[in-house]
């Protein structure tokens, strides 16, 4: 099989790409392991309201529901909220994250691109030591695609990037291990996402209560691996429920486990290679969400390997128009959460208490994370020096990172 392109995974992130590639004329393919796009679902299926300007999907199947808001609470109970009234932005959705693949999935059929579902890619075929192709197994069959352009849009256990070489190694503390209950029957209505933080509730991580609709909320923990035994975000999950009056009688229609990473990107582009998504550590330090940059950044791979294949050059050079672009739009967001994930990892719960206390009447002015380090620097002007290398973020030290 001969193709331009071929997109290893069939997550948002590869889906985006093989669609913008296809609608600029690329041959492609995607080759997905899993036998249905987006199942088993692996996320808490919150997705900022920004998507809709992005014109990836259709209609409104996707949405489980609107949010107002979000609230986040310290330790003692101390809540922060951020709501559309305060805000005056957009907030978030709450997604059925199987049908949000299948239909990103769709949209790069539409425009050309061919799906393989069934396939793992086990390898990378080099020729020269330049890379030509890559290696499959389908059911018991194994075989090879030649193609100028390899994407590893395979998530957080990608291996394309290592098989190119690149450090895609993700030490413990750059990964969250996440466990979920979808619980239904709950008497209890909002419209808000709701964050629980605390060094003994979920060390690292936070846990999320998103309302799916219908009496339904997907509530998960993720904790930092490298303060975390493979057993203990469970263990806090249960616990938490257990003590929370509105969940505890809850009934679970589904229990997922899977990690995060929150991690500094890494180098995302070789001769006839880029990684995306995930594979390209472009989830969010601090909330692990990588929903939104799948798609900015598919979207700005899929339009680089149009380019790269109407001027027949697969070069890094090339193709490094990616990962400028790419860190145009969210690179300093990645390296600036990075940088205040580390910080927050020094506060205690103490500490956590007297921040929320101090915003619990601050009126943001918008719905970011950003905003809220804004309104921490305000109050606390001394946290300023500890988030100076922030103020150090310059074109050269992304260019560096
Ligand atoms: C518990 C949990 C909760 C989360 N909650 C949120 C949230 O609320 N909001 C948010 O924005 N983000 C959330 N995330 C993160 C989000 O799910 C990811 O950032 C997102 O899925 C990244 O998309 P992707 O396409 O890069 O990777 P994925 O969606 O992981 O897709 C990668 C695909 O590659 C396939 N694959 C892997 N290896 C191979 C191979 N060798 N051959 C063929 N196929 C392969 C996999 O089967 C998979 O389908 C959460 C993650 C977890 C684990």
């Not at 922060?80 to 769709?106: C, P, W």
Request: glycine share 10%; proline share 3%.
């Amino acid at each position: 099989m001969e193709y331009d392109a071929v997109v290893v995974g069939g997550g948002p992130a590869g889906s985006v790409t093989a669609r913008f590639a296809a609608e600029s004329g690329v041959k492609v393919i995607i080759l997905e392991r899993r036998t249905e796009i987006g199942v088993p679902v692996l996320c808490g299926e919150g997705i900022s309201q920004r998507v809709d300007k992005w014109n990836m999907l259709e209609g409104t199947r996707w949405i489980a529901s609107k949010m107002d808001g979000a609230k986040i609470f310290s330790p003692d109970g101390t809540m922060v909220s951020l709501s559309k009234e305060m805000a005056g932005n957009e907030t978030g959705y709450v997604v059925y994250r199987d049908i949000f693949d299948q239909e990103l999935a769709r949209r790069a059929a539409r425009s050309g691109a061919d799906i393989m579902l069934n396939t793992e890619v086990t390898g990378l075929i080099k020729t020269n030591g330049k890379i030509t192709g890559i290696k499959a197994r389908r059911f018991d069959e194994q075989f090879e695609i030649n193609a100028n352009i390899i994407v590893g849009a395979d998530g957080v256990e990608s291996k394309i990037g290592k098989w190119a070489g690149i450090n895609t190694v993700l030490k413990p503390y750059d990964l969250e291990t996440c466990a979920q209950y979808t619980l239904t029957n709950i008497d209890y209505n909002s419209n808000y996402c709701e964050f629980y933080i605390g060094k003994k509730l979920a060390p690292g991580g936070y846990i999320w209560i998103f309302p799916k609709g219908e009496n339904t909320f997907n509530v998960g923990i993720g904790v930092l691996a490298s303060l975390s035994d493979s057993s203990l975000p469970l263990k806090l999950l249960n616990k938490f429920i257990s003590n929370h009056n509105e969940l505890k009688n809850g009934k679970s229609i589904r229990l997922l486990a899977g990690a995060v990473p929150v991690a500094k990107p890494v180098e995302t582009v070789r001769d006839n290679l880029l990684l995306v998504g995930d594979a390209a550590r472009h989830a969010d330090s601090i909330t692990g969400g990588g929903l939104t940059t799948s798609l900015q950044g598919g979207k700005i791979a899929g339009e680089t390997i149009g380019k790269a294949v109407e001027s027949h050059r697969f070069d890094k050079e090339t193709l490094s128009i990616y990962e400028t672009k790419w860190k145009a739009v969210f690179g300093t967001k990645l390296i600036r959460d990075y940088i205040v994930k580390e910080i927050m990892l020094d506060f205690d719960d103490k500490t956590l208490n007297m921040l929320a206390d101090s915003l619990k009447d601050y009126k943001f002015e918008e719905f970011s994370t950003l905003s809220l380090v804004k309104a921490l620097v305000l109050k606390h002007p001394t946290l300023l020096m500890r988030l100076k290398p922030l103020l150090k973020l310059t074109d050269k030290s992304l260019k560096k990172a």
